[in-house]
């Protein structure tokens, strides 16, 4: 090319409308999240509930750390039925 660089264009890619995945609250896809019980981490597998018998304070990080927001509820429920419990 006389004269000039070529530029790199980037093309978008098409997606197929059936193959679309809606993300967040309010999705109609079912989804295999549960948010009772930890998908991730050291305490993959337990429940919220157990988290506050067996490790209070990891609980009270996860309420604040970006990672807690999707069992914030959960962990908010569990929380304001500990009462006096709480961490």
């Not at 209070?56 to 807690?68: I, M, Q």
Request: hydrophobic share 30%; proline share 8%; aromatic share 6%.
């Amino acid at each position: 090319m006389a004269g000039g660089k070529k530029k790199n264009r980037v093309e978008p890619v098409p997606i197929e409308p059936e193959r679309r995945v809606a993300l967040g609250p309010g999705h109609s896809e079912a989804s295999s999240f549960d948010p009772h019980r930890l998908d991730f981490g050291h305490h993959a597998g337990r429940t919220i509930e157990e988290l506050l018998e067996l490790d209070p304070d990891y609980l009270g990080w996860l309420e604040r750390h970006p990672a807690g927001a999707r069992y914030r509820a959960e962990i908010h429920r569990v929380l304001n039925g500990a009462g006096s419990r709480r961490y």
